[in-house]
């Protein structure tokens, strides 16, 4: 035979333990307390955006004032400054190294004209024939300062022993 089950349903429950409701008291309110906190630490920061905002649109305000126009004196002077300038920038160390350094001894320099406003510079030279010519002009196209490197013009001068071509080449160089 099976044991006869007795179940009471009139029985109290126990009660939860009064340290268990106090703590779980002491829990909501620091719920609610750091919820609190949180909400004022975002107002916070979006208080503390809106100055930053504030204070960079000053300063571009501030940085960016409309230009006064210049006058026809401190135009002039702006203009000679920066020709000065671009005087001053040409690298003549390097040209002058990459003109003269000519492995071949079969061209002499006569002259060297600038433009620094184009970048520009202007040899003017005497090759003993044309083939030392062309190989002067391939010799400067070659080269990584200069660049379109051009013959603009040339003349064999029958009436000198030896039949020379002067010539003369324009190459831009290159701003680094």
């Not at 002499?108 to 030392?132: C, H, V, Y």
Request: with cysteine; net charge negative; charged share 25%.
């Amino acid at each position: 035979m099976t044991p006869r089950l007795d179940i009471d349903f009139s029985r109290s429950r126990p009660r939860a333990a009064p340290a268990g409701v106090l703590l779980l008291c002491a829990a909501m309110v620091l719920l609610v307390a750091s919820g609190e906190r949180l909400w004022e630490a975002y107002d916070e920061n979006d208080r503390v955006q809106a100055e930053q905002e504030r204070q960079l649109q000053r300063m571009h305000a501030k940085s960016h004032r409309a230009a006064t126009p210049q006058t026809p004196a401190a135009k002039l002077a702006e203009s000679q400054s920066l020709a000065v300038l671009r005087e001053l920038t040409v690298p003549w160390q390097d040209l002058l190294s990459i003109v003269e350094d000519y492995p071949d001894h079969d061209v002499a320099l006569i002259g060297i004209d600038q433009n620094p406003s184009q970048s520009q510079i202007r040899i003017t030279a005497e090759a003993k024939s044309f083939d030392a010519m062309i190989a002067y002009l391939r010799y400067l196209q070659s080269s990584e300062l200069l660049r379109e490197a051009v013959l603009n013009e040339h003349l064999i001068e029958t009436n000198v022993p030896g039949t020379p071509v002067r010539f003369q080449i324009t190459a831009v160089w290159s701003k680094s």
